[in-house]
């Protein structure tokens, strides 16, 4: 079974910057596509960014510029790198593995 577990989450004014991480446990991790979404309060989770087992990376509009996905293999870790964060960019922020397996998420606020 795989768990993946976040961490990182917190609070920051606008412009701050945040670094969450995702390890996971269990299942192949260095073949998988690795990925980030978020839910704000009231509306549906939305993707965020993902990297794929070759490192191709996408990245939702909405972030691009400001946030930087990374993985390491050898860790089993995934890692999501936010700069310039803005009051939308609030949420619950999960990883997951193959878009099969979630973990419970972090929290991330941005007050203005």
């Known amino acids: 079974q795989v768990q993946l577990v976040e961490s990182g989450g917190g609070s920051v004014q606008t412009g701050g910057s945040l670094n969450l991480s995702c390890v996971v446990s269990?299942?192949?991790?260095?073949?998988?596509?690795m990925g980030w979404f978020r839910q704000a309060p009231g509306k549906q989770r939305e993707f965020v960014a993902d990297?794929?087992?070759?490192?191709?990376?996408h990245y939702a509009d909405s972030v691009k510029g400001r946030f930087t996905i990374s993985r390491d293999n050898a860790k089993n870790m995934v890692y999501l790198y936010m700069n310039d964060l803005k009051p939308e960019d609030t949420g619950v922020y999960s990883c997951?593995?193959?878009?099969?397996?979630w973990g419970q998420g972090t929290q991330v606020t941005v007050s203005s």
């Open positions: 997951a593995y193959a878009r099969l397996y």
């Open positions: 990297i794929s087992h070759i490192d191709i990376v």
């Open positions: 269990g299942g192949v991790f260095r073949l998988n596509t």
